[in-house]
């Protein structure tokens, strides 16, 4: 043991500091995250949700990291990446629409203005209501990492992919509160 110890002596303290760093940064970016949702008073579940995806991003770093650390050849490593990308690649080229709800999902937790209980109109032709010209209004119901849950007036919950969300235009009817932004009426 303390053959192997004298020996890899720079590896070990590399990966004490990678760990360490590993353990600061998932600190402050879990710190920055809860911020953010208090800020926007955004659901507490939506806000885990983000902090998952930050741990999954970090762990993925530093097993890259402690890889490199531990003396892999650059060439094989290059081999090992070129190879695990090709099978991810046809993998999520098969599923491209799962990982654009689920990088929507991310885009809308920072920067959607909207929020559970929002009432709100989305402006798309396939879900005009020819009895309802002006359009049907929903309340958001759930934010998931793929889909809102949307109620319709009648009480029927739409699921809604969230890269649609980011691609129609979306008007805000009144806030969770109660507060009228917008008249229905108007497109």
């Known amino acids: 043991m303390e053959e192997f110890l004298l020996n890899h002596k ?8 990678v760990f360490a760093l590993l353990l600061v940064l998932k600190f402050a970016f879990t ?18 949700l983000i902090i998952k995806y930050i741990s999954i991003a970090l762990t ?3 097993l890259a ?18 190879s695990v990308f090709a099978v991810i690649g046809v993998a999520l080229f098969a599923q491209w629409s799962i990982l654009s709800n689920l990088t929507a999902g991310v885009i809308i937790f920072f920067s959607f203005p909207f929020k559970i209980g929002n009432t709100i109109k989305i402006l798309d032709k396939e879900l005009l209501d020819p009895e309802q010209p ?5 309340t958001i119901e759930d934010i998931k990492a793929f889909h809102l849950h949307l109620r319709k007036t009648n009480g029927e919950i739409l ?7 980011l691609q129609k235009g979306v008007v805000l009817i009144s806030t969770y509160d109660g507060q009228v932004i ?3 009426g108007e497109a």
């Open 134 to 138: 002006q359009g049907e209004t929903f």
């Open 10 to 17: 720079d590896e070990l303290i590399s990966t004490l500091v």
């Open 182 to 184: 917008s008249d229905v």
């Open 65 to 82: 990291g402690f890889t490199l650390i531990w003396g892999v050849n650059y060439k094989d490593l290059g081999v090992l990446l070129s």
């Open 31 to 48: 710190k920055a995250a809860k911020k953010v949702g208090k800020i926007g008073d955004f659901n507490p579940v939506r806000t885990n």
């Open 159 to 165: 699921t809604y992919p969230n890269n649609m969300v």
């Open 60 to 62: 993925i770093v530093a």
